[in-house]
């Protein structure tokens, strides 16, 4: 298994430019998450899906859209890019959100992202 | 809400000096508790974690974490840290509520050699 792939590794956007940050995984979760990481803050939930076809709003979803249209796939749109989202992202996945039994977030390696 | 707070920023140890990195979290509920590192260049992985049973759990690396429910905590231990141990360490919990996965702001752990 590949885990949880995200492309590109790093992007430079110029202000109000578009763009896509993919995230894949292979391992049948149905979970999917989007964080920001920003230093000293930890990371922040953008958004998340239980489920193709069901999206949810996380702590900091601003900016930020996203879609679940198989399980496989969960891409984040930033469709105006801003300073404030230079960042480094991560796509997370999981079996479960409801952690009854304590299931773990598999991590992909990351999307750094500067806007200029 | 929920928050979790960890009280180191920056550590800085000699290789096989002992480790603890505090982490306090505000839940009264029932909570699983995390701890995530995160190498140098590279992605986060989860550390250990307590969900329930035994309330000191051993992860990889040689790492431990107590949970102290009265005390709201899950510290994070290690007897001798290495030079490869440097890196940035989160807590993280979440609620059988929400399920979601909130993080502290991470503690960056520099063993020098």
């Known amino acids: 298994n590949a885990g949880v792939t995200q492309t590109p590794k790093f992007r430079i956007l110029k202000i109000g430019q578009s763009m896509t940050l993919q995230c894949a995984q292979d391992?049948?979760?149905?979970?999917m998450y989007w964080y920001r990481q920003d230093p000293g803050m930890g990371l922040k939930l953008i958004y998340y899906?239980?489920?193709?076809?069901?999206?949810d709003k996380g702590e900091v979803p601003n900016g930020y859209n996203v879609s679940r249209s198989t399980t496989e796939d969960f891409p984040l749109r930033l469709e105006l890019a801003a300073p404030s989202q230079t960042s480094v992202y991560f796509c997370?996945?999981?079996?479960?959100?409801?952690?009854?039994?304590?299931?773990?977030?598999?991590f992909g390696p990351g999307t750094r992202l500067l806007v200029l | 809400a929920q928050s979790v707070s960890q009280h180191n920023h920056h550590v800085i140890l000699s290789e096989a000096a002992s480790l603890e990195l505090g982490c306090n979290y505000s839940?009264?509920?029932?909570?699983?508790l995390f701890w995530y590192v995160q190498y140098p260049g590279q992605h986060l992985q989860l550390l250990l974690k307590?969900?329930?049973?035994?309330?000191l759990v051993k992860g990889i690396k040689g790492f431990e974490a107590e949970f102290i429910k009265s005390k709201f905590s899950f510290n994070l231990r290690k007897p001798s840290v290495q030079w490869s141990d440097t890196a940035e360490y989160f807590c993280?919990?979440?609620?059988?509520?929400?399920?979601?996965?909130?993080f502290g702001q991470g503690t960056t752990l520099q063993v020098k050699p």
């Open positions: 307590y969900f329930s049973g035994d309330p």
């Open positions: 391992m049948n979760h149905n979970y």
């Open positions: 993280a919990v979440t609620s059988s509520n929400t399920g979601k996965l909130i």
């Open positions: 899906s239980v489920g193709a076809g069901i999206t």
């Open positions: 997370a996945s999981s079996y479960s959100s409801r952690n009854t039994q304590g299931e773990t977030q598999y």
């Open positions: 839940y009264g509920g029932t909570v699983n």
